[in-house]
């Protein structure tokens, strides 16, 4: 049996105002700690603004190879494959917990 290296295939957009949602291609490997809360769209709402440049500073610290495209309304889509995909997953879930947690 081949083993798989996990893929990310990841759209984070503006949804209105300024509240994002990020998809997940059809394709892509979700990280099972997000996965519970991706509906049946693959979709996970809502999510904080993503950060291109945090997310190069992240990636690049951590020698991460990855691509993305930064698109008009500021999200931003973001390809990684095998350890990458894996370097990339707790960014992704900072967006998630920032956007859940209580604002003081």
Known sequence: MVERLPF?????AR???DT???YFGPAS??????R???DEYREIFPVSRPDADDLMRFMGNARAHYQH????????EILAKGRSALTLAPWLEYL???ASAPSN
Not at 29 to 34: A, F, G, K, R, V
Not at 69 to 76: A, I, L, S, T, W
Request: hydrophobic share 40%.
């Open 8 to 12: 990310l295939d990841v759209l984070i």
């Open 29 to 34: 490997w979700c990280p099972p700690s997000l």
């Open 69 to 76: 495209h930064r698109v008009k309304d500021g999200g931003v």
């Open 15 to 17: 949804e209105h105002g």
């Open 36 to 38: 519970a809360r991706m």
């Open 20 to 22: 994002w949602r990020m």
């Open 96 to 98: 998630v917990r920032s």
